[in-house]
């Protein structure tokens, strides 16, 4: 058995602004002393870097369409077995015609950095794959034409997005080809048990982890009145639900304000919310933010809420990475009881569960920590021991790397 030097990580966009554990996991692995390679399935814009991650950018690539010609040539020759398998794989995965633009690009981007990876003075080790829908085909494909093992990690709506565009027809392909599959969540682990239930030695638990020294715990502040919310604008986010909550404590008369901070698809419709139950003095939707402004925005809060819930294509959060960072800073946490989350939060240990959806519970929840801001200082102490314990992104990545050094 010899240690992992190079490793190909699979990333379905780098930089990107909403990936942030994707980047601690990058950063982990290479402050492990590990060689890292970025294959960015899509191109960005280092404007899109949060500050923490732009050491990465030097080791990033992107699509080359240029070589694709070339790189199909090359594969004719050396290696027409391999060749035919990838093409299998792509007519497989377009039997859902919803998806055809995707697999088409999988294989699109196999050839075309085909030649580039071919050629690099050292080869890969191993492929990983961030996400278990598009990212995990590449690497099922560059594992193929470049004769190296490969893992996938899961999350949230690779698992659970019952929509059909992400009907996957490679989906038991890639669980059997694959050396090792990854969840950041024993809930996820065991879902995917249901699909492949004779797969479960390589299926691995490996919780996303943070940058603990980045995030100091934060000064306790009794006197805030203040909620805090962050993540994209979606409805698996639940933040129509936490709008309807502040309503039912504002017409209490209770004395607080609550802060989104985000931005997507759902914004036009939060506001609309807010406007209908007259909350424009009392909930904000702060707009985009940068990783590194967290400690800011949560300085003077009294916890994080993260009312998440189910979408109408079965779409859920995994552990919102926002959790973990709320927590490293110090912060209680006012969350759902849903998918993985349970596995973090322990009810009033660290935070408060409530049933996803459920209004009225939210706002008892919310009410309780007004009242009693000396239990959100006791929870945030828990939740801080609780990160520094098991989800720093170094030893976290290690974990990672020493499940993949079994099979090097």
């Not at 995917?192 to 004779?198: A, D, G, N, V």
Request: charged share 20%.
């Amino acid at each position: 058995m010899t240690d992992i030097k190079q490793l190909l990580y699979i990333s379905p966009q780098f930089p990107a602004v909403s990936l942030v554990f994707e980047q601690n996991e990058m950063l982990g692995i290479q402050n492990s002393g590990v060689n890292i390679t970025i294959a960015s399935c899509r191109n960005s814009s280092c404007t899109e870097a949060h500050e923490f991650a732009i050491p990465l950018l030097k080791h990033v690539i992107y699509p080359n369409y240029n070589n694709i010609f070339l790189g199909f040539v090359l594969l004719l020759f050396r290696s027409p077995i391999s060749l035919l398998r990838i093409l299998t794989f792509t007519l497989i995965a377009s039997i859902n015609i919803l998806a055809i633009k995707k697999n088409l690009a999988a294989l699109l981007f196999t050839l075309g950095w085909y030649p580039y990876l071919l050629n690099k003075e050292q080869s890969f080790d191993w492929i990983h794959a961030d996400f278990g829908k598009g990212t995990a085909t590449v690497a099922l494909m560059l594992s193929e034409v470049l004769k190296c093992p490969f893992s996938f990690k899961v999350h949230a709506f690779d698992i659970y997005d019952k929509s059909l565009e992400y009907v996957d027809f490679l989906k038991k392909i890639k669980i059997k080809c694959a050396i090792l599959i990854f969840s950041e969540h024993e809930y996820g682990k065991q879902k995917l048990l249901e699909i492949s239930p004779k797969c479960e030695k390589k299926i691995k638990v490996n919780y996303t982890a943070i940058r603990p020294n980045d995030f100091q715990e934060l000064i306790p502040v009794l006197t805030s009145k203040k909620f805090i919310a962050l993540g994209r604008l979606v409805s698996k986010k639940g933040f129509d639900v936490l709008i309807k909550a502040s309503a039912i404590l504002n017409n209490r008369g209770e004395n607080f304000v609550v802060d989104i901070y985000g931005y997507g698809l759902e914004e036009q419709n939060l506001k609309k919310l807010i406007k209908i139950n007259n909350l424009q003095e009392i909930v904000n939707l702060k707009g985009k933010y940068k990783n590194e402004q967290l400690p800011e925005m949560l300085k003077d809060c009294i916890a994080l809420v993260a009312p998440s819930v189910i979408d109408k294509n079965g779409d859920m959060d995994g552990i919102p990475t926002v959790i973990y960072e709320a927590m490293a800073l110090g912060r209680a946490i006012i969350t759902s009881k849903l998918s993985g989350i349970p596995e973090v939060i322990k009810e009033n240990i660290n935070g408060y569960l409530c049933e996803p959806g459920n209004i009225e519970e939210l706002a008892e929840k919310m009410h309780f920590l007004l009242l009693n801001p000396h239990i959100s200082l006791k929870m945030g102490i828990e939740g801080r021991k609780l990160v520094e314990k098991n989800h720093d992104y170094i030893t976290n990545a290690k974990l990672l790397l020493n499940q993949m050094n079994n099979y090097v």
